[in-house]
T-cell receptor, first 110, second 118 residues
Framework: DAKTTQPPSMDCAEGRAANLPCNHS???????VYWYRQIHSQGPQYIIH???NNETNEMASLIITEDRKSSTLILPHATLRDTAVYYC???????????FGTGTRLQVFP | DTGVSQNPRHKITKRGQNVTFRCDPI?????LYWYRQTLGQGPEFLTY????????KSRLLSDRFSAERPKGSFSTLEIQRTEQGDSAMYLC????????????????FGPGTRLTVL
């Protein structure tokens, strides 16, 4: 699975959009980009995944660049409850395990 | 609550003792995973089951670790002769993934068991 690189931490004001970047320059054609988050003292929680098209669900939007070497997770209106560590994972469809990095610690402030 | 449950939530033990953790996955999820997480790091994959079959084990899973999933329902993770380096959060996850061709790899995580080895 491709290695991903994320900034260690980010801040965001409550109500504003949080844009979390992820670099996966060595991603291969059969690898999807997954995003999970982990709120303090809880297990990770699935957010969204995509291959090459942008995706949106009730939690977030995922924007993948045309060359697929990077992506951005967008939380459109961040709340205090979105404070968590966000993990970007590149994983092929035939791999079951998730390879987590150290993620981005997002702090949403009032 | 129909989520993944883990017991106990916390375990303190002395070095050299054996410990066993239990994971109850979401009903009808055929895949079950174990991960380990140390402070400041992301979870690390340990092993996973499809039904009762253990399909993959990480090199992190030394001979002192054993996992089972009898009858394809709940799973146990046992650590024998615990060492201080085993102190970590042990996370269990389950997934309804039915085929390798499915891109849908949403894993549902439990709250974890925090192990402290003194």
């Amino acid at each position: 699975d491709a290695k991903t690189t994320q900034p260690p931490s980010m801040d965001c004001a409550e109500g504003r959009a949080a844009n979390l970047p992820c670099n996966h320059s060595t991603i291969s054609g059969n690898e999807y980009v997954y995003w999970y988050r982990q709120i303090h003292s809880q297990g990770p929680q699935y957010i969204i995944h995509g291959l090459k098209n942008n995706e949106t669900n009730e939690m977030a939007s995922l924007i993948i660049t045309e060359d697929r070497k990077s992506s951005t997770l967008i939380l459109p209106h961040a709340t205090l409850r979105d404070t968590a560590v966000y993990y970007c994972i590149a994983s092929s469809y035939n791999t079951d395990k998730l390879i987590f990095g150290t993620g981005t610690r997002l702090q949403v402030f009032p | 609550d129909t989520g993944v449950s883990q017991n106990p939530r916390h375990k303190i033990t002395k070095r050299g003792q054996n410990v066993t953790f239990r994971c109850d996955p979401i009903s009808e999820h055929n895949r079950l995973y174990w991960y380990r997480q140390t402070l400041g790091q992301g979870p690390e994959f340990l092993t996973y089951f499809q039904n009762e079959a253990q399909l993959e084990k990480s090199r992190l899973l030394s001979d002192r670790f054993s996992a089972e999933r009898p009858k394809g329902s709940f799973s146990t993770l046992e650590i024998q002769r615990t060492e201080q380096g085993d102190s970590a959060m042990y996370l269990c996850a389950s997934s309804p993934r039915t085929s390798p061709e499915s891109s849908y790899n949403e894993q549902f995580f439990g709250p974890g068991t925090r192990l402290t080895v003194l």
